[in-house]
């Protein structure tokens, strides 16, 4: 297998990709793996690649965030739903200020956030009810995709402001 590396245009930087990042490790006739002992491992590069789609880290500060939007925008606003604005105005920020986009991480700390408070808001007539896993699953859902939007805008706003004109 040749070892040349490959140059990628992203809109932000220009980075190196190393072109037998993305062998599977056939054999050899030789019997050998393309594999060496100097390169990481099958399940190193998968626990990688799974951090950057998911980073843990992102997704506590986006959901700290997530939960102190909600909770500024219920104590300013006493109505159901007010804290889907705050949920919003949290993921926006993230996105602004946030490198690498971060979808996923918004997307579930604005549902989680947004399904939690919901479900202790209306515990009682959950409980009573017996609706409180769908009631639940809706508001999740719907924190998820108002987080996403959120991220989104936040995103689009940073590029728009850090373009050269």
Not at 84 to 108: D, P, Q, S
Not at 125 to 139: H, M, N, R
């Amino acid at each position: 297998m040749s070892r040349d590396r490959t140059r990628t245009r992203d809109r932000s930087s220009v980075e190196e990709v190393d072109a037998t990042e993305f062998d599977v490790g056939l054999d050899d006739s030789d019997g050998r793996t393309d594999e060496s002992a100097s390169e990481p491992g099958g399940t190193e590069r998968v626990g990688t690649r799974a951090k950057r789609v998911f980073s843990p880290r992102a997704f506590l500060a986006a959901l700290l965030l997530s939960v102190g939007g909600l909770v500024a925008a219920n104590a300013v606003v006493p109505l159901p739903g007010a804290g889907l604005v705050g949920v919003f105005a949290a993921t926006f920020l993230f996105g602004l200020v946030a490198e690498r986009r971060r979808y996923l991480e918004t997307a579930v700390a604005g549902g989680v956030s947004f399904g939690a408070s919901t479900l202790v808001g209306y515990a009682v007539v959950a409980a009573l009810g017996g609706f409180g896993v769908p009631l639940a699953a809706v508001a999740g859902g719907v924190g998820c995709a108002v987080g996403a939007l959120g991220h989104y805008f936040g995103r689009d706003l940073r590029d728009g402001l850090t373009r050269e004109v």
